[in-house]
């Protein structure tokens, strides 16, 4: 087995935590994650891994050992079918790593979030979406996973094989075993022409743009500016035409992203008051109004934003149907100025619904899916499936995302934002994202805890003394 480190400090990516772990390991094979599984276990201390730790909360924090997959990294095998590519490869992996070597072959990954820093495991671990009226949950794209479980072993699960303990581990925060292997499949390369423009915020929510503007491309991105009532609009195609170069920003540039944090910093520290002023200067120098703004570009690349700077964040899902209603609740409560927010507030819509048999290709957009799990631990509401052409509103979720920038390092108030922000979604039907800054559970509620409960017990069984995760976080979620 390697040698554990000790005295290693651990921050995750935005730097809000940190821990020393009793002892830090960056194994190179699998062999050695079992060595290090099968240690722990008779030193009966908790094992918690990580990938790149873009989780915004405690989630990789922990006083046990901790251990990174960075080393396992490589891509090991493609296998070619008609229309698809199933790719193994090591659970250690980064999406944004993976992006060029599958570009390199001429694939692609079927959906991203907003970000590629993260890991293979890391994003199934946690649920992690991207923004589509036909694709869900990126896990959506995993054919299997290769699991180290509390006793060592390699279990393989996929949706035909130890289906249970696929429906865990495919949303496992970690606590299910080491993933260490996955197979994921790839698509052919695309490019996207997407479509970007402003529009008032109450046209946004009028029925005949809200059912419209989430289902007239295959992605999308929309981003409310609540202190300019305004909200730009990004939607994007797969299109066979060549990509373009890089648009040009200034607030790309070293001494835009700069003026941008300054500004920020300015109206975290000096006054809270500021922040509307700040917030509305900022977006009339970004954006302008009555202009559509077109371009091509690599599918990744696009689908990717800049998320700017480090940042608290809460996210939460509900019915889209819910959104109208829920979204003017939020305004009326942003222009109280009982609390200052940060833009933008993501508004983004995916879709989790599964078709009741793997349909393998298909013509039009969306998913070849790599299974059709639904996690137990899918934040999403359970919503019917609906083929493509078919889909409306009704078989989307909505995923509302509020961002809190940490200037120069410096933590916003959160409390009262936030803690509103949790209420109104909770009063919507929603649920938390599992890797954010969230503390109200509804999980705890009667109608969520049969999917909870089931999830406890498959851990239990693949992980008896529940070895794997951070306990202090699990401790605080009501996972133990
Ligand atoms: C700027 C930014 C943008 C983001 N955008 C999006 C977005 O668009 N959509 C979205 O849904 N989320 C988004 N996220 C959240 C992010 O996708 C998740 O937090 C994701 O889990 C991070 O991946 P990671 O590799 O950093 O995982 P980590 O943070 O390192 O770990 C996350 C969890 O996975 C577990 N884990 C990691 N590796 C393994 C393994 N090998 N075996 C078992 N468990 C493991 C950890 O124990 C932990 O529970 C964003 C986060 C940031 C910071």
Redesign the pocket.
Known sequence: MNQGLRHHVHR???ETFKCTPALFFKPKTVADVQDIVREAVKSKISV?????????SK??ITSGWLVN?DNLNNILDYQEHKGYTDVYVE??A?LKDLNVALERRGLALQNL???S???V???I???????SYCHGL?SEQIVSLE?VTETGEIVTASDNENKELFSAALL?????????RATIRAVPAFNIESRACVLDFDDLLDPKIWNSVFLQSEYHRIWWYPYTDKVYVWTGEKTTKAAQPPAYSFYGTRLGRFLYELLLFASVKISRKLTPFVEKWLFSRQFVENQIITRVGPGYSEINMD?LFK?L?N?WSMPLVEGPDLLRALRTEIRKQEFYVHAPIEIRASNTTLPPHNIGLRNGPGPIYGNITRPLLDPSPKLTYKEPGQISNEQLTL?LNATMYKPFGFIPPTEAWFSTFENLCAAHGGKP?W??NWTLNPWLQPENIESFQSWKNIRDRYAPSRL???REWQEEKSLL
Do not use: D, M
């Not at 925060?173 to 080491?178: H, K, P, T």
């Open positions: 995750t990516w935005a918690t891994t990580y990938g790149s730790s873009h989780s915004p989630l990789t997959l659970a250690g980064r979030g907003s970000i820093e993260q890991s495991a890391g994003v671990s946690t649920g992690t979406h991207g923004a990126i699991i496992g925060l970690g606590a299910i075993g080491v993933i260490v998320c940042q964040v996210e995923n994202h890797a954010k794997f995760g951070s």
